[in-house]
């Protein structure tokens, strides 16, 4: 019999995904798949940014949901002042993009050549630095923010409703993948970033500045974040410090989840990660044989996490090393 | 002066010597027969009366509650040591540590308040709690390295928040598990000397680690397991070794945290704290013994610190000047909310470990490396920054 790790990733992504949606509908979990999915996008989003930042350097980006919680406050603070949405979710993610700017340039540039570990550890050390700002700014109180459109069931598949934010929120992962996709497969800086991330010595050699990309991967990052922040934080309700990073609502573990196990490399892994670890959380919640451990879902995510290490350590679609 | 005495040529030489006090690349290390003289004995007994003082007198004078912060700082020190253990000597980061400190603290309580041990059963209990956990871990980090571990040890402390910690028999529930201070060390005062005897045995332990084999088999993998392992040292066994010595520290720190707070919630252990322990311990200075303790104490003490430091003659009042102005500048002219000590704690602390990352790699133990050989009886030298550069091995990932 071959080994898990073995076989082609085409095999193992389409079965694993059928396995888990035909079990979801025997089972009648359908409001577990459809909730599911929903937060799935949530953390593909995330993935995709933390996938983006490990392709171009290399790294574990731990400020991801960092990035977002700025772009949240910043909208949480106009919004306050009467200023109108559209307005304050620019406002968020030109504070995210210069946040990620600000990390690049003061933190990851400075340990350009140092190992990938001290890295980590250096933007565990950015996220833990922007809760404290954000402790400083807007206190320990869980604060709101009102959905765009307060529709809440236009849409119900399987009898479960799903709101116009929600919606949002998909059709952005959906539209960001699209334009993602595009950008790194057809366009001459996408096509450059991913140059840089293989090749940095040669890629410097036919003319192409790795630091200047380095800081445009950053930026795209953040601008991922932040539209993850500013989208789901009317889902969710309320929001404190470390909004996307720590506590319940935290997406960052999950999002890591997703990425590695879509390969971490891969850009569509992360969208099938993301949908994978969302349903499954959800179906850990909604399983009453499971209710008496406490916090089920977070046992589910660990569950996860260590299987595709310990079977499959270059994820369902990535690329064996 | 007697150089001077000598022929033109060689004076060149002897001067350039004697002058340069920038040391080459491959700095040499002062030989080892250099022992200090009578007077030189008398200058580290006299700087090193005052330092005793500190630790083993000045706590008498202190009222209860802040004898409890210092004890803090102590078991932090030991938390920190763990770390050190893992991150210094095995080059794997935990991201989770909180998990394992609160295990160690909950396991500690759990015996005492609700099976009725003694004191040092509980505390045994929780270092071979800790030590179980920290095996099976070392288990999985043979099989998973550098980054991937780091983020296996991130969703365990996340699982141990979630869901081992609600867990109402272990912790108590939301009001928490009672720990009592043990019969004998019932006063602040006493339970302060016992934990600093008990940091005293682990340092002592990890100094004869790390002096024997297995510390330099373990210095010898973190720098290349195969080249480690073609020399005949094995792998698997010292690398679960030191992650099982860790464990065991992290519940020791664990147990003396939980009966010094007297009761412990499971709110106390959450991912912060495991950033916290991360940032104690890198400021600190990996693998050196001195730098981690001092960065335990520091950041267990830092808000205390921010307290009591405007209280202090001159520095105090220099001190409330700066953050008059800044004060003025932030909260009065740019309307931002003021900056309370907590919050102030949770802003310091990365930025430390910023600048620690990016500007002196090798932490607080570094900087002080000079003073800490002259007290172990070397030559003062003020560039001696150690043999090498300190910086966790880059590990494949």
């Known amino acids: ?125 950015v996220a833990l630095l922007a809760i404290g700002l954000e402790f400083w700014i807007g206190g320990a109180l869980l604060r709101q923010v009102r959905p765009i459109s307060g529709e809440l069931g236009r849409i119900s598949p399987f009898g479960v409703n799903v709101s116009d934010q929600q919606l949002i929120l998909i059709a952005a992962l959906l539209i960001l993948g699209g334009i993602l996709a595009y950008f790194f497969n057809r366009t001459n800086l996408g096509l450059a970033i991913i140059g840089a991330s293989q090749e940095p010595t040669a890629t410097e050699l036919v003319g192409i500045s790795v630091k200047r990309l380095s800081s445009f991967t950053w930026v795209l990052a953040a601008l991922l974040g932040a539209v993850a922040g500013i989208l789901s934080v009317p889902i969710g309700g309320s929001f404190g410090p470390g909004y996307l990073t720590v506590g319940s609502s935290g997406a960052l573990i999950p999002g890591f989840t997703a990425a590695v196990l879509g390969g971490m490399t891969s850009m569509p892994g992360a969208f099938v990660g993301g949908a994978i670890v969302g349903v499954a959380e959800s179906f850990a919640l909604r399983q009453s044989a499971l209710a008496f451990i406490p916090g089920p879902d977070k046992v589910m995510i660990f569950l996860i996490l260590l299987l595709v290490l310990a079977l499959r350590p270059q994820g369902l679609l990535g690329k064996s090393a | 002066m007697i150089k001077r005495a000598v022929s033109d040529a060689t004076e060149e030489i002897s001067v350039s010597q004697v002058v340069d006090p920038i040391p080459q690349e491959g700095h040499q290390a002062p030989s080892d027969d250099f022992r200090p003289g009578a007077k030189g004995w008398l200058a580290r007994a006299a700087a090193g009366v005052p330092l005793a003082a500190l630790v083993l007198l000045f706590p008498l004078t202190q009222l209860d509650f802040v004898l409890t912060k210092y004890t803090r700082g102590i078991t932090y020190a030991i938390i920190a040591l763990s770390l050190n253990v893992l991150i210094g000597y095995t080059g794997q980061i935990s991201l989770g540590h909180q998990a394992f400190v609160g295990i160690g603290a909950f396991t500690s309580a759990y015996m005492v308040s609700v099976a009725g ?159 916290l322990f991360i940032l104690m311990t890198v400021v600190g200075g990996l693998r050196s013994r001195t730098g981690v303790v001092i960065g335990g104490v520091f950041f267990a003490l830092i808000g205390y610190l921010i307290e009591e430091i405007p209280h202090l003659p001159v520095i105090g009042t220099v001190l409330k000047f700066l953050v008059g102005i800044l004060g003025w500048l932030f909260v009065d002219t740019l309307g931002l909310p003021e900056l309370r000590i907590e919050v102030a704690e949770l802003v310091i602390g990365p930025i430390l470990l910023l600048l620690t990352l990016t500007q002196f790699p090798g932490g607080i133990g570094q900087q002080l490396r000079p003073f800490i050989q002259w007290f172990a009886g070397r030559p003062f030298d003020i560039h001696d920054r150690g043999a090498k550069e300190v910086q966790i091995t880059d590990v494949r990932a």
Request: hydrophobic content about 55%; glycine content about 12%; aromatic content about 10%.
């Open chain 1, 1 to 125: 019999m071959p080994k898990l790790g073995d076989l082609p990733r085409g095999a193992v992504g389409g079965a694993s995904t059928i396995i888990v949606v035909l079990l979801l509908i025997i089972s009648g979990n359908s409001s577990a798949l459809v909730n599911g999915l929903v937060f799935g996008s949530f953390y593909g989003l995330v993935a995709l940014g933390l996938v983006l930042i490990y392709k171009s350097s290399g790294v574990f980006n731990f400020a991801q949901g960092e990035f977002g919680t700025v772009a949240v406050y910043t909208l949480w603070i106009l919004l306050e002042r009467g200023v109108p949405y559209l307005l304050a979710i620019l406002a968020g993610i030109v504070a995210a993009i210069a946040f990620g700017l600000l990390t690049e340039r003061l933190v990851i540039r400075p340990l350009f050549d140092a190992p990938r570990v001290i890295l980590l550890v250096a933007t565990a050390g």
């Open chain 2, 117 to 275: 041990q003694e004191f040092p059963i509980a505390v045994l209990s929780a270092m071979a709690v800790g030590a179980v956990q920290a095996l099976i871990l070392g288990l999985v980090a043979l099989r998973v390295r550098g980054l991937y571990f780091a983020l296996l040890t991130l969703a365990y402390g996340l699982l141990a928040e979630a869901s081992l910690f609600k867990i109402p028999a272990l912790t108590g529930g939301a009001a928490g598990q009672p720990a009592p201070k043990p019969p004998g060390f019932d006063t602040s005062h006493r339970y302060y000397y016992l934990c600093l005897a008990l940091l005293g045995v682990v340092l002592w332990v990890d100094h004869r680690m790390m002096a024997t084999k297995g510390g330099r088999a373990l210095l010898a993998l973190r720098e290349n397991p195969r080249v480690a392992s073609t020399f005949g040292i094995n792998v698997k066994a010292f690398t679960l070794f030191a992650f099982a010595v860790s464990g065991v520290f992290a519940g020791l720190g664990g147990a003396l945290y939980a009966h010094n707070e007297s009761q412990v919630t499971s709110v106390l252990f959450n991912f912060q704290l495991a950033l």
